[in-house]
Nanobody, 124 residues
């Protein structure tokens, strides 16, 4: 069993930035593809970004393209989501998910392991 721990959420003003981190406990992350998902109040969970084993293999939702960057640092066993130019519409609980696979995927059902989520609130 892989336990994922997200961190870095918080309250930020519109136009600001946050960096979320996702790290597994007791496992090496390098064999895993990792996705970031979010769920806003009253809405379904949606995919935000994903990264494959190769740091160059990334995919993004259209709503965050050009603003968010997903990356991984295998030496630190961590995947990051850098969020820039935040808007109130980005307010949500953000989850990371992982699966042993090569390629990035935005399909929620693909992932085997999920974190508990970290709250991001963007004020107007």
């Amino acid at each position: 069993q892989v336990q994922l721990v997200e961190s870095g959420g918080g309250l930020v003003q519109a136009g600001g930035s946050l960096r979320l981190s996702c790290a597994p406990s007791g496992r090496t992350f390098s064999d895993y593809a990792v996705g970031w998902f979010r769920q806003a109040p009253g809405k379904e969970r949606e995919a935000v970004a994903a990264i494959g084993r190769s740091a160059s293999n990334t995919v993004y939702a259209d709503s965050v393209k050009g603003r968010f960057i997903i990356s991984r640092d295998n030496a630190k066993n961590t995947v990051y989501l850098q969020m820039n130019s935040l808007t109130p519409e980005d307010t949500a609980v953000y989850f990371c998910a992982a699966k042993i696979r090569i390629l990035a995927t935005m399909f929620e059902s693909t992932y085997d392991y999920w974190g508990q989520g970290t709250h991001v609130t963007v004020s107007a």
